[in-house]
């Protein structure tokens, strides 16, 4: 069993829609959670990083952490066609691991105009 | 402002021969990760340097090995090449090995005949 679960998807929706990403992990160590988005032929970039239970936000999008459930989500409001990549979440278990994140297979989303 | 910059972007080699990548951190980082990116997955950890050191490893075999120098860039050799280790590696910077945002270049993409 992988470490990290992560639907690859694809997942299509029209220009505005909603868009709930998903990770479930089986290491109740994690502690720090990410999600990176990757387009096509260029490395991942950090969307959102959080630490504790509960919800982060910014700007059109919501991180959220269920540690009890080990469940993580990313939400993407008015989502846009730039919005077309693939989204990965990974996770750390401690701050000194930094370097070491746990990445899921990655959730490959197409919004379509 | 330069980002991590990785060289060459693409190569191909042939199953047993051995291959260098390089990548030069973004501007005033110091710690380097290693990832591999095999098609379709999300990207495992290799190794990270600090202060010219692997500090961490992921479960690759001794094949794989690298280097940090002073000004802080960093090499990935891989020798023995299997047919296996066609991937994305992907190099990541950053400040520390305390938790923060880890900078992704664009990646070597290794193919292996």
């Known amino acids: 069993q992988k470490e990290v679960e992560q639907d690859p998807g694809p997942l299509s929706v029209p220009e505005g829609a909603i868009v709930s990403l998903n990770c479930t992990y089986s290491n109740s160590a994690f502690q720090y959670f990410m999600w990176y988005r990757q387009y096509s032929r260029k490395g991942p970039e950090l969307l959102m990083y959080t630490y504790s239970s509960g919800n982060k936000e910014d700007g059109r999008f919501t991180a959220q952490v269920d540690k009890s459930s080990k469940y993580i989500s990313l939400f993407i409001r008015d989502s846009q066609p730039s919005d077309s990549a693939t989204y990965l979440c990974?996770?750390?278990?401690?701050?000194?691991?930094?370097?070491?994140?746990?990445f899921g297979q990655g959730t490959t989303l197409q919004v379509k105009p | 402002d330069a980002g991590v910059t990785q060289s060459p972007t693409h190569l191909i080699k042939t199953r047993g021969q051995q291959v260098t990548l390089r990548c030069s951190p973004k501007s005033g980082h110091d710690t380097v990760s290693w990832y591999q990116q095999a098609l379709g997955q999300g990207p495992q950890f290799i190794f990270q340097y600090y202060e010219e050191e692997e500090r961490q490893r992921g479960n690759f075999p001794d094949r794989f090995s690298g280097h940090q120098f002073p000004n802080y860039s960093s090499e990935l050799n891989v020798n023995a090449l299997l047919l296996g280790d066609s991937a994305l590696y992907l190099c990541?910077?950053?400040?520390?090995?305390?938790?923060?945002?880890?900078?992704f270049g664009e990646g070597s993409r290794l193919t292996v005949l």
């Open positions: 990541a910077s950053s400040l520390g090995r305390e938790l923060g945002e880890l900078f």
């Open positions: 990974a996770m750390v278990q401690r701050s000194s691991n930094t370097g070491k994140l746990i």
